[in-house]
């Protein structure tokens, strides 16, 4: 797998379909028509995210990113899959009511019901202050997603040696605790990303917005569905 997956790394890096209007709002694609067979988790439409209910703005499981970066996307999956691999988001396009749901959340100390999930080693008190949660959201510029690496043939994600929305330093794509194998993973999908335009975010290995993304100072705060 080590060696399968250093061959995907080395290919990204010596480096589409017409994407379709999502929900009327201009410049916004649903992900899924232009990008075969990507796999879509929406985790902040359910109950499986860091609060443990359905988040503000969520209306449908649907993935809503900028037309350059839904392309953006594609061109990452096209290149994954020859090595048997394809993309799963967790989150795209975030309205601004989430994030201000989030904030909410975070003030409410008594609220802890995930803390032994997504963030043990961290006190709530201080999501703020570590910048776990802020007021704004890349997410909200629409070209900005959260996404993993899914096996072709098992239909399960490869280990990235920390689970999605984990609150810890472990979720560092630069962490050197997590397994090789892992940390081979992070590579490969940090690869695969960013040869196709999308930085990374250091404290997320989730976590990569579109370079030249077209809006980026706009917040937007359409509800997804």
């Not at 075969?36 to 209306?59: H, K, Q, T, W």
């Not at 037309?67 to 096209?78: D, H, N, P, W």
């Amino acid at each position: 797998m080590r060696v399968f997956l250093a061959g995907l790394v080395a290919c990204v890096l010596a480096g589409c379909a017409t994407p379709a209007v999502a929900n009327g709002r201009d410049g916004f694609v649903d992900v899924a028509s232009v990008v075969p067979g990507l796999v879509v988790d929406m985790r902040y439409f359910g109950s499986e995210n860091f609060i443990g209910r359905p988040i503000a703005g969520y209306e449908a499981p649907v993935c809503l990113l900028t037309q350059e970066a839904g392309a953006a996307l594609g061109r990452v999956q096209a290149k994954l899959q020859p090595f048997g691999l394809r993309l799963k988001v967790f989150d795209c396009y975030r309205p601004q009511r989430a994030v201000a749901d989030f904030a909410t959340w975070a003030k409410d100390l008594s609220d802890q019901k995930r803390k032994a999930i997504q963030y043990p080693n961290v006190d709530k008190s201080r999501l703020f202050e570590l910048g776990y949660i802020a007021e704004k959201s890349g997410h909200s510029r629409g070209s900005t997603v959260d996404v993993t690496l899914v096996d072709l043939a098992s239909g399960a994600e490869v280990d990235m040696g920390a689970g999605y929305d984990l609150f810890d330093t472990l979720s560092w794509p630069s962490d050197p605790r997590p397994s090789a194998q892992a940390r081979v993973n992070r590579l490969a999908l940090q690869a695969a990303m960013t040869g196709e335009g999308f930085r990374p975010l250091k404290e997320e290995w989730w976590h990569f917005t579109l370079n030249g993304e077209p809006y980026p100072e706009t917040y937007f705060d359409f509800v997804v569905k």
